[in-house]
């Protein structure tokens, strides 16, 4: 099954303040609830809390302060109320790209951009890239990082996704330019896909 690529599969969103937090509470048009995860502006965003623990996405990017634009949502920018301020697309990513970098992020359009700075001939490893335009990923995959919440003896036997979490999932490919070697075979544009799918077919 596949969505409208701007809709994002996104319902409902509740925003829940105490002091200086907020939160958005994004719920899933679907009974997949992580659907909208992929459609997110940033790989920064991709994370989510279950009631047992965190999930993340893109690990190592986060970990290193650094994110990717999403390249089907940047093509679709003019679509999104969201970043309604904005006059233009232009202003609309740098309102973009101004509130991550206010965090400490680096955010860039392809994970090798950074290779590039030291190694211009930096190319894919597309089998084990987990952000390759190319490579399809699934919301629990090897890529993903999961962590239980509570002591090491609860964390141990503690599943991270439980109930409908268990038995969906959303399987996903970024899409976007070409990123080298190989997937310079495509030279033309990736298209995103996403869409959600029983777990047992994917693990
Ligand atoms: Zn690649």
Known sequence: MQYPRYHGGIGPIVTLTRDTTTIDIVESNTVCATLP?????????????????????????????????????????????????????????????????SRGFDIRDSYLDWARETDPTASC????????????????????????????????KRQVMEGILSETTTIWRRGGEPCGKPC?????????????QGRDLVA
């Not at 084990?128 to 002591?151: K, Q």
């Not at 310079?184 to 959600?196: H, K, S, Y």
């Open 184 to 196: 310079t075979a495509l030279r033309r544009f990736i298209p995103a896909e996403v869409w959600c």
């Open 37 to 101: 995860i992929p459609f997110f502006w940033t790989t920064t965003a991709m994370s989510f809390v279950t009631g047992t623990g965190i999930v993340t996405l893109f690990p190592h990017l986060l970990e290193e302060h650094r994110g990717l634009l999403n390249p089907e949502r940047k093509a679709d920018f003019a679509l999104d109320p969201s970043l309604g301020e904005a006059q233009n697309e232009q202003d609309q990513l740098e309102m973009l790209l101004t509130k991550y970098r």
């Open 125 to 156: 490893d597309a089998r084990d890239a987990p952000a390759c335009p190319l490579t399809f990923r699934w919301v629990g995959d090897w890529h993903t990082l999961m962590r239980a919440f509570g002591s090491v003896d609860v964390r141990l």
